[in-house]
Structures are given as structure tokens and as C-alpha cells.
């Protein structure tokens, strides 16, 4: 019996080159303002139409400030790439979802929130997070720029297939571990190149019992395991999640699409080139400590000697924890913290602000911590405003800013001072990507919470 994975992709081969790549149908393409000015000037230098243009959407996040975006760009860089995307949108006739309209924010945000990603599809966009959207259900992953330009040209890509895992996490988590946790839990375990070749699918109890917010942190964080991306079967929830949407299939159509995606599943006996088998109640809140997403440990415990590690990466580990600041087997517990950041597409939907809220009410910031919580776009901000979650973060001393990919990457205005240690929601704590000499340390929203209320690296379940 077939994968999902085999399901899906062969349902989208245009057709098989002889000991070559597979020329693959691509459902929806996103651009964002980084990675797409170098395709669109190779159409143009061609003369070039984009082939479907009704599927490709472009939208600015990564160089967008946070903060005054009724004003112009500051940043010259960042105001050229935001520009030049929204000249290019107009200049090929596709849909632009500009800085400052109801329908901007993170594109791995915006996509399935308004029910552009759908099961069953091919997704891609220049940038590795894409693989967020298998969490509908959808075979989605990250292309370089010359792959976005051919699929701009013909909406097909070349691909090597890649082979498939499933990772089942069963049993049930415990108080206070979300499922940011179990990604960091798992690239701990695995490495951040133990699933690399491979697409992930996400399987078991805690990936059912996850709500979609929670499956869409899980499957952006498959890239981090150096996997091609990571998916989840769609389910009842999905179909919940989806209905309505302003994307979304309407009447008939809808019906039709869920009577196809319930057929969306792996079979019983389904050959997996690799499984791998994880317990729910093994994982506890995570931080990392080190320069890579795998470099991660439970709250409550030490980060590890290099007893028994071979020369290199003894080398490797001590590099780390030299630009950390860490020893081996110390506690992180207690570490005092300089900033926190909530957001990214990682966590900067409206159940992540929800639960930095819950943490927080009715408590105050500490004084020394510097806290952007950024919404993942406008419309999580209009939900945020909707529940009343501002005023309880207001109340707490927070600031809600303005929708982007911000402290994610140094790339716009938020970025995190030389030797400054930021607890940080995104994906990626590699050296200076919250800026030059910043010090990251990967979390959830509320080891985040709890960190900005006590100005140090705390265990969240002390205050639940």
C-alpha cells in the first residue's frame, strides 16, 4: 500500500525523466520579497508570462518592520525588496497581499489561515519553512530562487523524490508541554540531519490530539531536522479548520474536496523507508543551548558534557557553548535573559498568543527583559484584539507590535544586541541570526511567558 506521500506526489506527475528528476504539478506558489526579485528578472529577461498566475500569491514579510508600517521603509535594503516585490506582482497580474492591507502578515501564516493551503496539494515558496503547510494535509517545501522562476514559467518543478518516515509520537503530553516542545523534543533525539533525504509524516496519538496551530509549529519545524519537509494526514479538524475559509471550496465544491481529502491517508500497511517511535510523557517544556535547533534539553535539566563525543565534535560543542556563554552540565534554570520574542511562523498565531496571555495575566514584565510579541499577521491581530488578549498583555506591561517575520532573522529593525540572550519562539537559534552576536535561546510561548515575567529562564509549570 501506498504512503500519503506516494498518494499525493503521484497524483502530481506531469511526467518521469529516465534516471532524472520528477516533473512535478505545483498547486500553489508564494513569493515573498527576499527570494523572488532574481526570478522575476530571469522571466523578464525572456520574455516570460507566468504560465498560472491565479496560483501564485506574493506577499512582503521577512524586510517589513513591525512597527509604523502607515510610514515608509527606513531601511533602504528593506524598502528596495518590499517595493520591488510589489512592482513585480503588478507588472505579472498576481495577487499581492501588501504590507499594511487586512490580508498581509507571515506567509506561512496567511496561507492556511485564509484557506489558500488545502490537503492534497503541492506548495512551494522560496523559503525553507514552507514545509508548515503540510499540517493541512499538503505536500509542501522550501525551492531556491531559480526553481521559483521555473515554476513561475511552466507551474511545474524538477524533483528528486524523497524517501518517507513517519515519526509517531503517542501517549499524551504533559502539563505545560505544547507542541513546540515535542519539535525541539525531536530534533534533540534525532539531530537537525537525521531525517535529511526524507519527508516526514507526523503520526499518533499527541499528533492528533494537537490542534492545528499546534500541527502547523510541528510541521514548520520538520526542515530544522534536515528533512525535505513534514506533513499530517488531514483529519476531522482539518476539515473544521479549513470550512469556511475565504479560500476554501463553497457548496458542492466543498463537499466533493472533503469526500477526496478523507481518501488523503497512509495505508495500514503502508512501508515506510524508516520509522521512528516516540513517548508523549518523555518530553517536558524545551530550551536550546546551543547554535543549532538540536542542541535543546528539557527545562529541567543539564546541558551535556563531552564525555564519550570524538574530537570534532567536541570541537563543534565547544564552539557552541563558547559563543553561548555556557559550560557543559550546567543548569540553564535561573539564567538571566535580556529579551523575548514571540512570533515568527513558527509561533505567531492566535493559540501561541493565547497562551503567553494565560501565562502572564494579572502578573507584571520584569523590568529588564525588551519583549516583542508580533503577531503572525492581521488577522491573528484581529483575533487578539477580538478576545481581549491585548488588554491582559497591556495590563502585564506588553506591547502587541505589528505583523512580520521581525526577530525571526536579522533582516529588518527587530534584531537582538551583541551578547544579549533572547528567548526566542521562532525556528532557528544559529550564530547572529536575531542579529550580529545575539544569543538565542529556542523556546515555547510559554517558557517565553515565563521568562519575560521573571526576567530569567523558568520552568513554566511553576507558574500554571
Known amino acids: 500500500m501506498n504512503t500519503l506521500f506516494d498518494k499525493i506526489w503521484d497524483a502530481h506527475i506531469v511526467q518521469k525523466v529516465e534516471d532524472g528528476p520528477t516533473q512535478l504539478y505545483i498547486d500553489r506558489l508564494y513569493c515573498h520579497e527576499v527570494t523572488s526579485p ?37 531601511d533602504p535594503i528593506s524598502k528596495n525588496q518590499v517595493d520591488t516585490l510589489a512592482k513585480n506582482a503588478a507588472d505579472f497580474g498576481l495577487t499581492h497581499f501588501g504590507m499594511n492591507t487586512p490580508k498581509n502578515g507571515i506567509i506561512h501564516v496567511v496561507g492556511p489561515e485564509r484557506g489558500l493551503s488545502l490537503p492534497g496539494m503541492t506548495i512551494v515558496c522560496g523559503d525553507s519553512h514552507t514545509s508548515t503547510h503540510g499540517a493541512m494535509g499538503a505536500v509542501a517545501f522550501g525551492i531556491g530562487t531559480s ?4 515554476v513561475m514559467a511552466s507551474q511545474c518543478i524538477l524533483q528528486q523524490k524523497p524517501k518517507s518516515m513517519r515519526i509517531s509520537v503517542n501517549g499524551k503530553l504533559g502539563k505545560g508541554v505544547t507542541a513546540k516542545d515535542v519539535a525541539l ?8 540531519s537525521g531525517a535529511t533525504g526524507f519527508f516526514i509524516e507526523y503520526a499518533g496519538e499527541v499528533v492528533r490530539d494537537m490542534s492545528m496551530e499546534g500541527r502547523l509549529t510541528l ?49 495500514e500497511d503502508a512501508v515506510f523507508d524508516k520509522e521512528l517511535n516516540f513517548d508523549g510523557a ?30 570534532a565534535a567536541k570541537a563543534s560543542f565547544g564552539k557552541s557553548l563558547k559563543y553561548m556563554g555556557f559550560k557543559p552540565g550546567e543548569k540553564l534554570l535561573g539564567k538571566k535573559i535580556d529579551y523575548v520574542f514571540l512570533g515568527a511562523c513558527t509561533n505567531g498565531r492566535i493559540e501561541d498568543f493565547r497562551a503567553f496571555a494565560s501565562l502572564v495575566k494579572g502578573k507584571k514584565k520584569a523590568e529588564q527583559v525588551v519583549a516583542w510579541l508580533v503577531p503572525g499577521s492581521w488577522m491573528v491581530d484581529a483575533q ?29 529593525d527587530d534584531k537582538v544586541p551583541a551578547g544579549k540572550y533572547a528567548v526566542s519562539t521562532s525556528n532557528r537559534n544559529f550564530e ?12 515555547s510561548p510559554l517558557v517565553a511567558a515565563a521568562a519575560a515575567i521573571t526576567g530569567e529562564i523558568t520552568d513554566p509549570r511553576t507558574l500554571m
Open 282 to 311: 518523555d518530553i517536558e517544556p524545551m530550551v536550546t543551548y546551543g547554535t543549532n535547533p538540536g542542541m535543546g534539553m528539557g527545562i529541567t535539566q543539564s546541558i551535556p558534557t563531552t564525555e564519550g563525543m570524538g574530537e
Open 432 to 443: 547572529g541570526r536575531q542579529g550580529p552576536g545575539s544569543r538565542t535561546i529556542l523556546a
Open 185 to 192: 523534543y525531536l530534533m534533540s533525539k534525532i539531530s537537525t
Open 38 to 74: 532574481q526570478a522575476f528578472a530571469g522571466m523578464r529577461s525572456r520574455g516570460l508570462k507566468c504560465f498560472r498566475p491565479e496560483q501564485i500569491f506574493c506577499m512582503p514579510d521577512h524586510n517589513t518592520p513591525t512597527h509604523d508600517q502607515d510610514k515608509p521603509i527606513e
Open 147 to 150: 526553481e521559483v522562476e521555473m
Open 384 to 412: 487578539i484584539r477580538e478576545e481581549g488578549i491585548d488588554k491582559v498583555l497591556q495590563e502585564a506591561g506588553f506591547e502587541i507590535r505589528q505583523p512580520g517575520c521581525s526577530a525571526c532573522l536579522a533582516m529588518n
Open 219 to 267: 510541521c514548520n519545524l520538520s526542515i530544522e531536522m534536515g528533512a525535505r519537509g513534514g506533513f499530517i494526514a488531514p483529519d476531522e479538524k482539518t476539515f473544521a479548520y479549513v470550512k469556511g475559509r475565504e479560500y476554501a471550496p463553497k457548496g458542492e465544491e466543498w463537499e466533493k474536496a472533503v469526500a477526496y481529502w478523507k481518501t488523503l491517508k497512509s495505508g
